[in-house]
């Protein structure tokens, strides 16, 4: 599956340069089987190989990697995003009995969440970090309705940083990237098997400290 997804996002890549870097990365965030390191490697290695490190090759690297990655991920996002902001609602009122939650707990989650000034701050830090699935903090960010010009702000300036992490390492390793990309998916698997599993539990320990009738 990664194999034939590389070869489907490469070429454009290396066809249509930083506009293939933009739309590689707006599909990696909308079509979940794509590994999110992926663009990122793969634009670094083929936009930058050959290239000295710089002031002009790191402006390079802002312009045919960073940027397009940024508002590609940013703009992409927006479909999770949407999806849990109008639809968490119902889902939560039909079946939030079965999993212990009511949707007045999770407007106190969003109230709690929109009065603390760091919650951008936080946003901003975990974009930046390559292996939490980019998936889960949209989701997040929707569900608790967080305001969308500070969510699309501090989006874009996170992962504005994860491309330039992401972009350094493929440019470095060079044609291992696809290796490092395999490395990088599993850790993600492994932190949203992991946060899914805190969900569960947390749910599950909830509904049995309820009182029972």
């Known amino acids: 599956m990664l194999e034939q997804i590389i070869n489907y996002l490469n070429p454009l890549v290396i066809d249509y340069g930083t506009l293939g870097v933009f739309i590689a990365s707006l599909l990696?965030?909308?079509?979940?089987?794509?590994?999110?390191a992926l663009v990122g490697m793969g634009a670094g290695?083929?936009?930058?190989?050959?290239?000295a490190i710089s002031i002009?090759?790191?402006?390079?690297?802002?312009?045919?990697?960073?940027?397009?990655?940024?508002a590609g991920v940013t703009?992409?996002?927006?479909?999770?995003?949407g999806l849990t902001y109008f639809l968490g609602k119902p889902v939560i009122d039909r079946f939030g009995k079965f999993l212990g939650v009511s949707w007045s707990e999770i407007q106190d989650a969003e109230e709690r969440f929109s009065k603390n000034n760091r919650d951008?701050?936080?946003?901003?830090?975990?974009?930046?970090?390559?292996?939490?699935?980019?998936?889960?903090?949209?989701?997040?960010?929707?569900i608790v309705k967080m305001d969308i010009k500070k969510y699309l702000f501090y989006t874009f300036l996170g992962t504005l940083i994860r491309?330039?992490?992401?972009?350094?390492?493929?440019?470095?390793?060079?044609s291992l990237y696809q290796q490092y990309v395999g490395l990088f998916s599993t850790f993600e698997n492994i932190i949203l098997t992991l946060v899914v599993v805190g969900i569960i539990v947390y749910l599950y320990t909830k509904?049995?400290?309820?009182?029972?009738n």
């Open 120 to 142: 951008g701050l936080l946003l901003f830090g975990v974009r930046t970090v390559p292996v939490i699935p980019s998936a889960v903090i949209s989701a997040f960010c929707g």
């Open 56 to 70: 002009n090759s790191l402006w390079k690297l802002l312009l045919n990697v960073m940027l397009p990655i940024s």
């Open 207 to 212: 509904k049995r400290s309820l009182p029972v």
């Open 28 to 36: 990696e965030e909308v079509v979940a089987p794509i590994p999110s």
């Open 75 to 81: 703009l992409g996002s927006l479909f999770v995003y």
């Open 163 to 174: 491309g330039f992490l992401l972009g350094i390492i493929g440019w470095q390793i060079g």
């Open 45 to 51: 290695f083929f936009l930058m190989q050959g290239s």
